[in-house]
C-alpha cells in the first residue's frame, strides 16, 4: 500500500515538473529552430602549459583567447576561450589526441562546444586546418543550442572562420 502510494506521489510530482517545465519552454519569446552563423575568431592570446615532461605529451594545455568578429578583421563583437588537452597519443603514427573545450561569449549569449583534435605530436594547425566540435549548450539567446561549430584556419595563422549550425530546443 504504501510503495502504490510513494509510486503514484512520484508519478504526480513528475507530472507536475513536465508541465511546468513545457509551460516555461511553451511561453518563451519565439525564436528561429535553426540558425547559420558565420564568425571569424582571430587568436588574441595562446599560452602552453607544460605537464613537467620534456616537449609536449600527455595532460599539456594549450589554452587560446579569440578575438570574435562578423568578418575577418572587423569589429569585435565577442571573445571565444578555448582549451586544449592532451589526453592520448600515437607513437607510432606521431599523433597526439586533444580533447578540446570552448566558452564563446556572442551577442545576447554564449555558446558552448566540445570536441576531439587530432594533430601531429606537439604541433598546432596549420593553414587549411579544419575540424569540427559539438556544441552543447548556451545562454541567452542561445540557451538550448545543439548542433556544430566547424573551424577552419585562414593564412594568417591567427584567423579561423567559424560555421555555427545550431538547432535552438
Not at 137 to 152: I, P
Request: proline share 4%.
Amino acid at each position: 500500500m504504501i510503495h502504490t502510494r510513494l509510486v503514484a506521489l512520484v508519478a504526480a510530482t513528475a507530472a507536475v515538473a513536465l508541465t511546468m517545465t513545457s509551460g516555461a519552454v511553451a511561453s518563451a519569446a519565439p525564436r528561429d529552430s535553426d540558425i547559420t552563423l558565420v564568425t571569424y575568431s582571430k587568436t588574441v592570446g595562446f599560452d602552453t602549459v607544460d605537464g613537467n615532461e620534456a616537449g609536449i605529451d600527455h595532460g599539456d594545455l594549450f589554452h587560446r583567447e579569440k578575438a570574435v568578429s562578423r568578418t575577418p578583421g572587423g569589429a569585435v563583437i565577442g571573445v571565444s576561450y578555448s582549451q586544449a588537452e592532451i589526453v592520448s597519443y600515437n607513437v607510432q603514427d606521431n599523433v597526439d589526441v586533444r580533447r578540446v573545450q570552448v566558452q564563446t561569449r556572442l551577442p545576447k549569449g554564449q555558446v558552448f562546444a566540445i570536441g576531439i583534435t587530432e594533430l601531429k605530436r606537439g604541433e598546432t594547425p596549420e593553414p587549411g586546418w579544419t575540424d569540427t566540435y559539438a556544441v552543447i549548450g548556451g545562454t541567452g539567446k542561445y540557451a538550448g543550442a545543439r548542433g556544430t561549430k566547424s573551424l577552419l584556419l585562414l593564412p594568417d595563422r591567427q584567423t579561423f572562420k567559424v560555421t555555427w549550425r545550431l538547432s535552438l530546443l
